[in-house]
T-cell receptor, first 111, second 113 residues
């Protein structure tokens, strides 16, 4: 079975610029998650989708972060405008039941 | 956001040694998971625990779901160089219509051949 695909792998932007990340989950996985992992810390949930509906976005900084999951498959996470503290790895995961499968992540550096 | 406390933060051991790490929480979880993360990759699931007191093995790895449901332990026996990585515990709690995976702070393991 193909894994969770994410792109790009790396992105360097200047503060106040915008950036978007893309995720393609495992086929058939209804639940999709975006996590933020700051260096030296464990992943922190940003948003959770069930099919194409948001079920938890309580930790998403909505003034600058947005996410969508069109047609209940692919998802994009956007940051606009980026701040220095947004430098992190952004991980996408999908699940059928309890087994979360993570992608390799996108490493964002904001300078 | 909430994070689970893991200890130790890091371990530097010789090949062949056994390793123990644990994870504690102020909240009860219904499922405990242990992940390993290598540089440049996402976390990979090692072991899942579904019941208080449960002891589960996966090769050289053994994990236990604490009786209080607020802690979990991971042991690695006879460590080898490829065990190097960051180990995360994660608790799965149920809140309303959603389940939420909360990660620990991680334990960095270095194994010297």
């Amino acid at each position: 079975e193909a894994g969770v695909a994410q792109s790009p792998r790396y992105k360097i932007i200047e503060k106040r610029q915008s950036v978007a990340f893309w995720c393609n989950p495992i086929s058939g996985h209804a639940t999709l998650y975006w996590y933020q992992q700051i260096l030296g810390q464990g992943p922190k949930l940003l948003i959770q989708f069930q099919n194409n509906g948001v079920v938890d976005d309580s930790q998403l900084p909505k003034d600058r972060f947005s996410a969508e999951r069109l047609k209940g498959v692919d998802s994009t996470l956007k940051i606009q405008p980026a701040k220095l503290e947004d430098s992190a790895v952004y991980l996408c995961a999908s699940s059928l039941t309890y087994g979360y499968t993570f992608g390799s992540g996108t490493r964002l550096t904001v300078v | 956001g909430q994070q689970l406390n893991q200890s130790p933060q890091s371990m530097f051991i010789q090949e062949g040694e056994d390793v123990s790490m644990n994870c504690t929480s102020s909240s009860i979880f219904n499922t405990w998971l242990w992940y390993k993360q290598e540089p440049g990759e996402g976390p990979v699931l090692l072991i899942a625990l579904y019941k208080a007191g449960e002891l589960t093995s996966n090769g050289r790895l053994t994990a236990q779901f604490g009786i209080t449901r607020k802690d979990s332990f991971l042991n690695i026996s006879a460590s080898i160089p490829s065990d190097v990585g960051i180990y995360f515990c994660a608790g799965l709690g149920y809140g309303g219509a959603t389940n939420k995976l909360i990660f620990g702070t991680g334990t960095l393991l270095a194994v010297q051949p």
